[in-house]
């Protein structure tokens, strides 16, 4: 993506997209990530996240409890790596956001300027992937932020698929994981064509 030429296209996309009454407001809590590449984690960072998030908003949802998430993301991972060693981390950055995107039925993504190159990669894999399946997944356009980087620990995106789970107001830890766990059943609902086609015999 031409981050000049394409400026004027993705700042339409984003007031289009506010004034568009058919997306739904996602927040994904990437603690999935954050523990599958940290040694030791920190138990708070979860806590700290949560107290900048709006909570006039609709309830977020935890990553580490949406479990299709990490399975795309190494599955991406998988088809990419050709090495027989171990590498020191299996799913990349892009791997992460494309499975986000897929698992979420995303159309749009909040990110920063230096951040438009690594949707674009997500976006590539995942078509990469369609192509491989022989099926449709999803793709996201870019919502550019005007604040120099997003909040560490949480991904905004936009989904014209409403999720059960994040309906009304956060109320602490308790409807958290109630809405994670809704979304997680979801997410497993509608990704279940793509589970059955990989496990489909080679040829079909």
């Not at 799913?91 to 897929?102: M, S, V």
């Not at 990669?121 to 550019?144: K, Q």
């Not at 909040?151 to 309906?167: D, I």
């Not at 509608?190 to 489909?200: M, S, Y």
Request: include cysteine; charged fraction near 20%.
């Amino acid at each position: 993506m031409n981050e000049v030429s394409d400026a004027r296209q993705i700042a339409r996309e984003s007031a289009n997209l506010v004034l568009d009454g058919a997306v739904w407001s996602v927040t994904l809590l990437t603690d999935g990530e954050a523990l599958a590449n940290t040694v030791a984690p920190q138990m708070d960072s979860l806590y700290r996240t949560l107290q900048q998030h709006d909570q006039a908003a609709a309830t977020p949802v935890l990553e580490s409890l949406l479990p299709d998430i990490r399975a795309l993301a190494m599955l991406l991972s998988s088809l990419r790596s050709k090495s027989t060693c171990s590498p020191s981390r299996f799913a990349d950055e892009a791997d992460w956001l494309a499975a986000r995107i897929a698992v979420l039925a995303l159309s749009h993504v909040a990110v920063t300027l230096p951040e438009l190159s690594l949707l674009d990669e997500a976006n590539r894999r995942l078509r990469m992937l369609s192509d491989r399946l022989h099926m449709t997944l999803p793709t996201a356009a870019p919502v550019l932020l005007t604040a120099p980087q997003r909040n560490p620990g949480m991904l905004q995106g936009w989904s014209r698929q409403r999720m059960s789970g994040m309906v009304g107001v956060a109320h602490g830890m308790q409807s958290l994981f109630m809405a994670s766990r809704l979304a997680a059943q979801q997410c497993r609902d509608r990704l279940h064509p793509l589970w059955q086609r990989l496990q489909a015999p080679a040829g079909n």
